[in-house]
């Protein structure tokens, strides 16, 4: 590999390119291809000490790589959410996970807030509402496909479906769901009327 390579006008000499043959640092996973230019650093001239490993400018650290995983959605609902609604467990990363949640026509979920984790939603299918409040701020917001919304760590929700369809939301959770204790019931403006999963 003889050439120099150039990322964000940072000149790479060939040692700076990683090899699929050589050896991943000691407690590191390999990560890239043979050739692969990996993105650098924040260039520093103090060869600053960053976890530990002495750090120079233009060197490449490599972090800890996940194995990528493919996986289809279930057929089944794999868990009851603790707000009632059906989820289809999907993939996830160290950084959080993805689910599909999905309400049935004409129900109401459990009004909730999380302990620990926070929400990004999108809606796939379906019309609906969703009421989130935050300390004095409140507000009601119409569900149907292309609605993106989120739910801050702290935020009181409760959603509901309108009468004629299924409501169905791609969820993203930072970080991933720790678990059954992650949810506390809290006062919503509607009667829930789907059964509670996991909430206290």
Excluded: K
Excluded at 5 to 10: G, I, K, L
Excluded at 78 to 91: F, R
Excluded at 134 to 163: D, I, K, N, S, Y
Excluded at 178 to 187: C, H, L, S, Y
């Amino acid at each position: 590999m003889g050439a120099v390579e150039h990322v964000d006008r940072v000149e790479l000499e060939p040692a700076h390119v990683l090899d699929e043959s050589a050896e991943a640092p000691r407690g590191q996973r390999r990560g890239a291809w043979a050739g692969e230019v990996l993105p650098l650093q924040e260039e520093r001239g103090d060869r600053a000490q960053r976890n530990g490993v002495a750090w120079h400018p233009g060197e490449i650290i490599i972090g800890a790589m996940a194995e990528f995983m493919t996986m289809r959605r279930s057929r089944e609902r794999t868990a009851v959410a603790p707000d009632g609604s059906d989820v289809h467990a999907l993939l996830g990363v160290t950084a959080g996970g993805m689910a599909e949640f999905e309400l049935a026509a004409g129900a109401v979920s459990t009004a909730v807030t999380h302990r620990t984790v926070e929400e990004i939603w999108y809606v796939v299918r379906g019309r609906g509402a969703m009421w989130r409040r935050q300390g004095t701020r409140e507000e009601v917001v119409a569900l149907e496909p292309g609605v993106c919304l989120t739910v801050p760590l702290g935020t009181h929700f409760q959603f509901r479906a309108a009468a004629d369809d299924a409501l169905v939301v791609l969820g993203v959770t930072l970080p991933p769901w720790p678990g059954a204790d992650e949810a506390i019931v809290v006062t919503g403006p509607w009667a829930a009327t789907v059964p509670r999963d996991g909430v206290t």
